[in-house]
């Protein structure tokens, strides 16, 4: 009798937790530092924060922010996976959710690091030399590469060819988490995004302007077709390419980072049913629409700038500004930024989430803004060069 | 100073051939000892490297990447390797590019002293950089006496094999000595790596030393000319991080090709007046490449750099009423710089330093001023960019300091000093592509400090005790700092650092009968504290790589011919960056070594452990040591 109603009571409790959905998910243990996220639209599950670490530090780190308790929870990936060796890695140059997982291009480590969205536990890496960004369709990931870079490999990357320094695409089948081939685009290639069956790769050159024979950045944005996987055009846009976005409206924005020494940097965009007609975004009024970082919210690219940029010595305003090919017109915003902005994130309701790297060296700042108004709602402490977001819907 | 340089030289006396020269007091007396300074010859750990020397010194960091190949840089007080000059036998061993020698690229075979001046070293016929250095390491190489020959070999762990031979050889009136030494090891040692043990790759090295030395009189006074060529060929294994399996840590190699002539000669005039004449010229050649051949993951960079310099100095010296003397030194300075990096600027400096000095030498009281003048001229090719403006610019800076010294009794001797010197911002400082900030200003530094010392002698027992309080201020720190780009960052002088510290040293020395018996313990206390930024977040925080605490304690052993030495040395907990948080926090270790020699006539012989208890650590985050490692030593002199 005293056994069939114990039996009795878990069969209870076994209903009920079957009833009473989710069986908490396991980083809900985790703590971290109240944030007010009211004011944030509440179809966000999570922010993902990816801060970089320093070169050789191995100490890229991965925070988010919670919006079921509002908590802003730092070093995730290592709480959550701690029989990982080494953490996250050295090094984290993007994050994109894709569906439940999220997708982190840990530089240094050559690693794609996936997770689950939901308790940040690892699912796969994959191995890509010097990866550098991360776009996606329904089918694959695609990574750009500098390695491939400086040689072709074969299979097990044994080196085939030591004299071709442009990079490449890898293309990561979403489901087996394996790399399906690799398309040989410009040199040192940056940002990537994906619209109606095209790869948009922005090439910077960063290192080739360093180096012997041609001491040169490229200029050029690459476009693949993703059914053929090849190149099938390539775009002069301005020198040392960094981001590329897609509107999702048939617009693809570039924004270059210039020569650090008589091309200023900007945003560049063309229709993607007319590459070749690009255009820059200037502002006569303000005199600058300078680009240190930027991000996409719908058809609008907001960007965080400084007029002085040459000026490297000396202390910089910031200004940040939005522009959107749709409407044509650039918006600036009164915000007074302080310290270093080395990412942003544009969120619905007018909001921005700005990351402050501080001296580069030591840990950073997130803070939250207002479009519409000078001072920050909120600062929590990062990582590392906190640089990268990714959105949890 | 030239005026006085003027007057020194008419004041100097006829040369008096009947009277005895007359000994001045002044010459005998300094007025700052050395904060350490240690016989080479009678060390028994049979250290290969000048840094294995420094290491067990007294308020000194060497940061230390591993292996027998890896990077060495000493750091004195916290004052930041830039600040610490290390001369070979007076002369400056400089690099321009970054302003930090590698100690691990000098060998101590051939040196009779290595010693450490933390503060103002002030002798007689100084060079003038000699006063401008913050803190400073002294190389002195042995002068031969008679002919002989010298063959080393020592080998061990990570198949190091090190032989050197020296070669000693009366011509005429001329002493010459000829030295060859070659050191080759494969670099590989087990390490934890997270959650696994690995074995460190491309740490190997082989190296090749030639020297030629004169050495010569002349009617009161004598010269030496020290040709040194170094050749070696490494690699750096690179900081442990996350890799993806099958890419190595690193591939990167670099070869080297170091040639120096120097030279000196010192002359004493007359009693009163004596002039030190010396002279470098230096040739430094690197290549460096990452190999991305072999190395997935490195970036394409196959770099070649040429540093070279010529430098001349000449110091006098005059006794104007004994016990009081006055010194003047001048001394010039060029380098260049050329590499095939991308817009490359080719820097070239020219340096004056001018150091008037003036000493007053009683038995018991001495008291010494010196004022340091330095302008350096920079030019480099290359233009104007946008609203950053690149300068080709003068810096100079003024450097007082003041030493005292005072003996009121037989066994307590104090001495204290005060400085203020400026290191130069270093051509990667300033020219760095993509990096460099032209507009940059000397690094300052200041220093204070207080040494007493007391000695007790009591029958077999000899007893002795150091006690270094100090406080130092580094200012105007060069700092990298990004700017609005994050590819592109500079250089600012931005960082402040306070110092607080005291070294403390005692001696215990036993002896009787054919035993000696000698223990050393050192303790170090080190405040050293970020207040660049007021209110940032690392303000009042601990700064990188400094130990609050560190120790060490020495024990040897002296019977007939038998050596046994014991060393067992502690470093407190650190961090790896202002931030004192957990994420870059760097356990305390301690390390206990020893060694037993024997020497039986011509020939000695040794056997040396290092780390006995295979502890793992790291000096510098990333780049772990190496656990227990031993090493054999044979030396045969005829």
């Given at each position: 009798m005293k056994k069939a109603g114990l039996l009795l009571l878990c069969g209870a409790l076994f209903f009920a937790a079957c009833q009473k959905d989710?069986?908490?998910?396991?980083?809900?243990t985790l703590d971290g530092v109240t944030v007010d996220v009211s004011a944030i639209s509440t179809s966000a599950r999570k922010i993902f924060v990816l801060n970089e670490g320093g070169m050789g530090s191995n100490n890229a780190t991965l925070d988010f922010l919670r919006f079921e308790d509002g908590k802003y929870i730092s070093g995730a990936f290592k709480k959550m996976n701690p029989t990982v060796g080494g953490g996250l890695g050295d090094v984290g140059n993007d994050i994109a959710v894709h569906g439940d997982e999220v997708w982190m291009v840990i530089n240094n480590s050559g690693l794609v690091e996936v997770i689950s969205a939901v308790d940040e536990t690892e699912i796969a890496t994959v191995t890509v030399p010097t990866p550098r960004n991360i776009a996606f369709d329904d089918k694959y990931a695609y990574v750009t590469s500098w390695a491939g870079a400086f040689v072709t490999y074969g299979a097990d990357y044994s080196v085939t060819d030591s004299s071709n320094p442009k990079g490449q695409v890898y293309r990561i089948n979403l489901n087996t988490k394996k790399v399906e081939g690799t398309v040989e685009v410009g040199y040192q290639p940056e940002g990537i995004a994906c619209y109606d069956g095209k790869l948009y790769v922005a090439n910077s050159g960063g290192i080739s302007s360093q180096l012997p024979p041609t001491y040169s950045y490229d200029n050029t944005v690459s476009i693949i077709?993703?059914?053929?996987?090849?190149?099938t055009k390539t775009v002069e846009v301005e020198v040392n390419l960094k981001n590329v976005y897609s509107d999702g409206q048939g617009f693809i924005y570039v924004t270059s980072m210039g020569n650090y020494y008589d091309v200023h940097s900007g945003l560049y965009g063309f229709p993607a049913n007319a590459p070749e007609n690009v255009g820059h975004v200037w502002s006569e009024l303000y005199k600058h629409t300078h680009v240190s970082c930027s991000c996409i919210l719908g058809d609008e690219v907001y960007c965080i700038g400084t007029q002085n940029e040459f000026a490297f010595g000396e202390k910089h305003e910031y200004t940040v500004w939005s522009y959107s090919a749709q409407q044509g017109k650039v918006i600036f915003y009164p915000l007074q930024l302080t310290g270093v902005p080395y990412g942003v994130l544009a969120l619905e309701g007018d909001l921005l989430l700005v990351a402050d790297a501080g001296d580069y060296f030591n840990p950073g700042t997130l803070s939250l803004y207002d479009t519409s108004e000078q001072d920050k709602r909120w600062s929590v402490t990062t990582g590392v060069c906190p640089g990268h977001f990714a959105v949890w819907k | 100073m030239i005026l006085a340089a003027v007057i020194a030289l008419f004041l100097q006396a006829p040369p008096d051939t009947l009277a005895p020269a007359a000994v001045y007091a002044v010459k005998e007396r300094p007025v700052v000892r050395a904060t350490e300074a240690v016989q080479v010859d009678s060390l028994v750990s049979a250290p290969i490297q000048v840094a294995e020397v420094l290491q067990r010194f007294t308020g000194v960091q060497v940061k230390d990447y591993g292996g027998v190949g890896g990077l060495k840089t000493v750091n004195v007080r916290s004052l930041g390797s830039e600040h610490v000059g290390v001369f070979l036998d007076g002369i400056q061993i400089d690099n321009a590019q970054n302003m930090q020698v590698d100690l691990g690229r000098f060998s101590v075979d051939g040196l009779e002293t290595v010693s450490l001046y933390s503060g103002q070293k002030s002798l007689r016929l100084q060079t003038a950089k000699e006063y401008a250095t913050g803190a400073a390491v002294y190389l002195r190489t042995a002068t031969p006496r008679v002919n002989a020959l010298r063959l080393r070999l020592r080998g061990g762990s990570f198949a190091t094999i090190n032989p050197s031979v020296t070669w000693d050889r009366k011509l005429g009136k001329v002493m010459l000595r000829a030295a060859a030494e070659f050191l080759g090891s494969n670099g590989r040692y087990k390490f934890p790596c997270f959650d696994t043990t690995l074995v460190r790759e491309n740490g190997d090295i082989r190296s090749l030393r030639l020297e030629t030395q004169l050495f010569g009189n002349t009617r009161g006074g004598e010269w030496r000319l020290h040709l040194y060529t170094y050749g070696s060929e490494r690699g750096f294994p690179g900081p442990v991080i996350r890799r993806a399996q099958g890419f190595p840590f690193s591939a990167e190699r670099q070869a080297d090709q170091d040639l120096f002539l120097q030279g000196s000669w010192n002359q004493e005039w007359n009693p009163r007046y004596t002039t030190a004449f010396r002279f470098k010229y230096a040739n430094n050649y690197t290549h460096y490449d990452t190999h991305p051949e072999r190395n997935p993951m490195a970036l394409p960079y196959n770099l070649h750099y040429r540093q070279s310099s010529a430098y001349g100095s000449l110091a006098q010296s005059y006794v104007i009423l004994d016990p009081w003397s006055v010194d003047l030194s001048t001394d010039f300075q060029y380098n260049a710089l050329g590499s095939d990096v991308g817009q490359f600027v080719r820097p070239r400096r020219g340096t004056l330093t001018v150091a008037l000095a003036t000493r007053l030498a009683f038995e018991t009281f001495r008291v010494a001023a010196h004022l340091v003048y330095q302008g350096a001229w920079d030019r480099f090719d290359g233009k104007d960019a946008g609203g950053w403006t690149r300068e080709n610019r003068y810096r100079d800076a003024w450097m007082p300091s003041l030493s005292a010294f005072y003996a009121p009794f037989p066994w307590l001797e104090a001495d204290a000093f005060v400085k203020r010197s400026y290191r130069l911002p270093s051509f990667n400082d300033l020219?760095?592509?993509?990096?460099?900030?032209?507009r940059l200003e000397p690094e300052s530094a200041f220093q204070t400090g207080l040494n007493l010392r007391l000695h007790f002698g009591m029958q077999a027992w000899n007893w002795s005790l150091h006690l270094s309080p100090y406080y130092n201020r580094v200012s105007n720190k060069i700092v990298a700092i990004p700017t609005s780009s994050q590819f592109r960052w500079t250089m600012l002088n931005l960082g402040l650092v306070d110092i607080a510290g005291a070294d403390v040293k005692g001696v215990a020395r036993f002896r009787q009968g054919d035993w000696s018996v000698t223990l050393t313990l050192r303790y170090s206390f080190q405040q050293a504290l970020d207040h660049s930024t007021p209110g940032g977040q690392t303000w009042g925080n601990q700064i990188p790589y400094i130990p609050l605490h560190s120790g060490s304690a020495d024990l040897q052993a002296d019977w007939r011919g038998w050596t046994l030495a014991w060393n067992t040395s502690f470093y407190g907990e650190r961090w790896a960056?202002?931030?004192?948080?957990a994420d870059y926090h760097l356990d305390p270790w301690s390390l206990s070594d020893v060694s037993l020699s024997y020497r039986w006539r011509k020939l000695s012989a040794g056997v040396h452990l290092k780390n006995i208890f295979n502890r793992s650590y790291q000096v510098v985050q990333g780049y772990p040591m190496p656990g227990i490692n031993g090493m054999l030593s044979l030396e045969y002199s005829l």
């Open positions: 989710p069986v908490p998910s396991k980083d809900a077709d993703t059914r053929s996987f090849a190149v | 020219y760095y592509s993509l990096m460099g900030n032209s960056r202002s931030a004192n948080t």
